[in-house]
């Protein structure tokens, strides 16, 4: 079982950062492809980024189109845990933001990571408002 918890969404204007954390218990996630994602009112929860475990050549990082640029994805091992840098942030950034787990596997392709599906393990997610 892997237990995850995020921290570090708030109430930002446009242009402003945020620094999200997914903080993992239960397992070490090092290997692990870990995502996230974000769901606003009245939408279908969306792929933002994806990270996959340490390969031969390093980490693997996938973003959503909407995202690419602004926003980053990294782990600290050393804490279990998972990031997402988010700058230039813009009001449609507005939502719920979940962490997601696959302890199972260390490496997913672009499309495997898109899919929510894909991921067994899911935080209680963190609100983001960006006002314009």
């Known amino acids: 079982q892997v237990q995850l918890v995020e921290s570090g969404g708030g109430l930002v204007q446009a242009g402003g950062s945020l620094r999200l954390s997914c903080a993992a218990s239960?397992?070490?996630?090092?290997?692990?492809?870990m995502g996230w994602f974000r769901q606003a009112p009245g939408k279908e929860r969306e792929f933002v980024a994806a990270i996959t475990g340490i390969t031969w050549s390093g980490s693997i990082t996938y973003y959503a189109d909407s995202v690419k640029g602004r926003f980053t994805i990294f782990r600290d091992n050393a804490k279990n845990t998972v990031y997402l840098q988010m700058n230039s942030l813009k009001p449609e950034d507005t939502a719920v933001y979940y962490c997601?787990?696959?302890?199972?596997?260390?490496?997913?392709?672009?499309?495997?990571?898109?899919?929510?599906?894909?991921?067994?393990?899911w935080g209680q997610g963190t609100q983001v408002t960006v006002s314009s």
């Open positions: 997601a787990a696959d302890p199972g596997s260390s490496y997913y392709s672009r499309d495997h990571a898109r899919n929510s599906t894909s991921f067994d393990y």
């Open positions: 239960g397992r070490t996630i090092s290997r692990s492809v």
